[in-house]
């Protein structure tokens, strides 16, 4: 898949902060990233993760992926509990509903924020990779973030298209990926077991 950022310069050389969700949604978009001559940065901001042992899963599988790739990881603070202050009044919400836009924006405001502190313009996330989240709630998200931090952009890329579902599969069944049957949150968790 060719590459092309959204100003319309060339994506070889260019250096970016990916905020990764986890290995099955990261492999495919990094592959592709590194095929056009791209310097990812893979930033792991998830306090959504529910519960703990979910995102040490979910965070080693990423960095067994990434370990011969030599592409730098980066972990921010996983504070749940900050994170479950942040949605609170949205506990019912459903899948898609206002509680997944405020959760995007927090994660990708802190995305901007590490961009913002390594000199990293642009800034795009692996959750434009699921077919189970709102593609244009994210993109308002990232938007959002990179208008509360000055010079940076927000790359919208949508990362379902261009064969990119298709290889996630693949590397997900080549790497053996712990492959995740909920988005993170406790709130997903319990309609998932509900259903």
């Known amino acids: 898949m060719l590459l092309v950022?959204?100003?319309?310069?060339?994506?070889?050389?260019?250096?970016?902060?990916l905020h990764a969700c986890c290995a099955p949604c990261s492999a495919a978009i990094i592959?592709?990233?590194?095929?056009?001559?791209?310097?990812?940065?893979?930033f792991f901001s998830n306090p959504n993760i529910y519960p703990l042992q979910e995102y040490e899963i979910r965070k080693e599988e990423l960095k067994r992926f990434l370990r011969d790739l030599d592409i730098p990881f980066y972990e921010d603070d996983y504070d749940y509990d900050v994170w479950l202050e942040e949605m609170t009044g949205?506990?019912?919400?459903?899948?898609?509903g206002r509680r997944c836009s405020r959760c995007f924006l927090l994660r990708l405001n802190r995305t901007a924020s590490f961009a913002e502190s390594h000199h990293v313009r642009w800034f795009t996330t692996t959750?434009?990779?699921?077919?189970?989240?709102?593609?244009?709630?994210i993109v308002a998200a990232g938007n959002q973030a990179a208008r509360n931090h000055e010079g940076l952009d927000f790359w919208p890329q949508n990362w379902r298209k261009g064969g990119l579902q298709?290889?996630?599969a693949e590397l997900l069944r080549e790497n053996n990926f712990y492959n995740q049957l909920y988005c993170g949150c406790e709130f997903s968790l319990r309609s998932r077991e509900q259903k």
């Not at 949205?90 to 898609?96: G, N």
């Not at 959750?127 to 709630?137: F, G, P």
Request: proline share 7%; glycine share 6%; aromatic share 4%.
């Open 5 to 17: 950022m959204p100003d319309g310069t060339k994506a070889c050389g260019t250096e970016v902060v």
């Open 31 to 42: 592959e592709s990233m590194l095929q056009n001559g791209m310097n990812p940065i893979v």
């Open 90 to 96: 949205l506990e019912s919400e459903p899948e898609r």
């Open 127 to 137: 959750l434009s990779s699921s077919r189970w989240k709102d593609y244009n709630q």
């Open 166 to 168: 298709q290889r996630r």
